[in-house]
C-alpha cells in the first residue's frame, strides 16, 4: 500500500479504481456539512458491518436536529463493502491491501480527512436500540 495521504483527500465525490494508486471513493456531497461523523475501518466483517450501519442509520433518522455521516474506509484486496454503502447512503473509500494487514489508525485517519464534524468512533459490534437515538 503506498499512496500519499494528501493525494487521498483531495480527491472529491466518486472516483475510478486506479489499480497503481488502488484508491476508490464513493462520498456523499453534503458529507462536510454534517454535525456528527462516524468513521468505520473495516477489512472483511461483512454480517457484522451490515447490522451496525443498519442499526446507526436507524438510529440517525430519530435525530431530526442533527446531520449524521457514515464513511466506510475498508483496507482490504477487494471492494467487499461498496455496495452495502450505496444501499444505507454512506460515504466508502478503500485503499488496497495485498498483504494480510490492517492499519485501523490510517482507516481512521483517512475518514478524518473527509469530515470537518464531531466524531464518532464505533466498535463495530456496537447495535443502538431503535427507538434510543445519538444522545449529546
Same mark, same amino acid.
Given at each position: &500500500?503506498?499512496?500519499? /495521504?494528501?493525494?487521498?483527500?483531495?480527491?472529491?465525490? @466518486?472516483?475510478?479504481?486506479?489499480?497503481?494508486?488502488?484508491?476508490?471513493?464513493?462520498?456523499?456531497?453534503?458529507?462536510?456539512?454534517?454535525?456528527?461523523?462516524?468513521?468505520?475501518?473495516?477489512?472483511?466483517?461483512?454480517?457484522?458491518?451490515?447490522?451496525?450501519?443498519?442499526?446507526?442509520?436507524?438510529?440517525?433518522? +430519530?435525530?431530526?436536529? +442533527?446531520?449524521?455521516?457514515?464513511?466506510?474506509?475498508?483496507?482490504?484486496? #477487494? &471492494?467487499?463493502?461498496?455496495? /452495502?454503502?450505496? @444501499? &444505507?447512503?454512506?460515504? *466508502?473509500?478503500?485503499?488496497?491491501?495485498?498483504?494480510?494487514?490492517?492499519?485501523?489508525? /490510517?482507516?481512521?485517519?483517512?475518514? *478524518?480527512?473527509?469530515? #470537518?464534524?464531531?466524531? +464518532?468512533?464505533?466498535? /463495530? *459490534?456496537?447495535?443502538?436500540?431503535? @427507538?434510543?437515538?445519538?444522545?449529546?
Amino acid at each position: &500500500m503506498e499512496f500519499d /495521504l494528501i493525494d487521498v483527500t483531495e480527491k472529491n465525490g @466518486e472516483s475510478p479504481i486506479d489499480p497503481i494508486d488502488g484508491i476508490y471513493l464513493s462520498l456523499r456531497s453534503d458529507i462536510k456539512s454534517s454535525d456528527i461523523t462516524t468513521i468505520i475501518p473495516v477489512k472483511g466483517r461483512g454480517l457484522q458491518l451490515r447490522k451496525t450501519v443498519e442499526s446507526l442509520v436507524n438510529s440517525a433518522k +430519530l435525530v431530526n436536529d +442533527l446531520k449524521v455521516a457514515i464513511i466506510i474506509v475498508e483496507i482490504s484486496v #477487494n &471492494m467487499e463493502h461498496l455496495q /452495502l454503502c450505496r @444501499e &444505507m447512503e454512506c460515504s *466508502y473509500v478503500w485503499i488496497h491491501e495485498s498483504t494480510p494487514r490492517f492499519n485501523k489508525c /490510517l482507516a481512521h485517519n483517512i475518514g *478524518y480527512c473527509f469530515s #470537518n464534524s464531531n466524531l +464518532l468512533f464505533p466498535f /463495530l *459490534y456496537i447495535l443502538l436500540r431503535r @427507538e434510543a437515538p445519538i444522545d449529546r
